[in-house]
């Protein structure tokens, strides 16, 4: 499930930038120009494919963050952190803490001589 959903996610990326980049810019280039879509006679009529590449534009985006929120609530759903690598942890144990005191000098000395 996880390896589809991560498939779908590049897919729709990749095609989402390359709808943006075959829309035409503000003088009416763009790499839409370089297949022949500058001109009345495309095959979209007269204004072009811009509407058509900028309905699709949003779909393909709104599918983009669908599929960034489904990877991020299985990620949650395991247990794991964004940044964390390899396999999910078995069981969360907490860590034993030792509470490091200094200690306070004695009055007596231990020499190691066993005098009775």
């Known amino acids: 499930m996880n390896t589809l ?3 779908l996610h590049v897919l729709v990326a990749l095609v989402m930038i390359t709808g943006i980049l075959l829309q035409p810019g503000a ?3 763009g790499m839409g120009s370089v297949f022949g879509g500058g001109g009345a006679n495309s095959a979209f009529g007269a ?3 811009a509407p058509v590449l900028a309905k699709l534009t949003y779909w ?5 963050m669908l599929t960034c929120l489904a990877i991020e609530v ?3 759903q395991h247990g794991r952190s964004v940044l964390d690598r390899g396999p999910a942890p078995a069981a969360s144990v907490p860590a034993q803490t030792e509470t ?3 200690e306070q000098p004695s ?3 231990d020499t190691g ?4």
């Open 47 to 49: 204004r072009g494919a």
């Open 60 to 64: 393909l985006a709104g599918g983009f």
């Open 100 to 102: 490091i005191t200094e």
């Open 113 to 116: 001589n066993a005098e009775s």
């Open 27 to 29: 003088k009416g280039g």
């Open 5 to 7: 959903l991560y498939i």
């Open 74 to 76: 299985l990620i949650i």
């Open 107 to 109: 009055a007596e000395i």
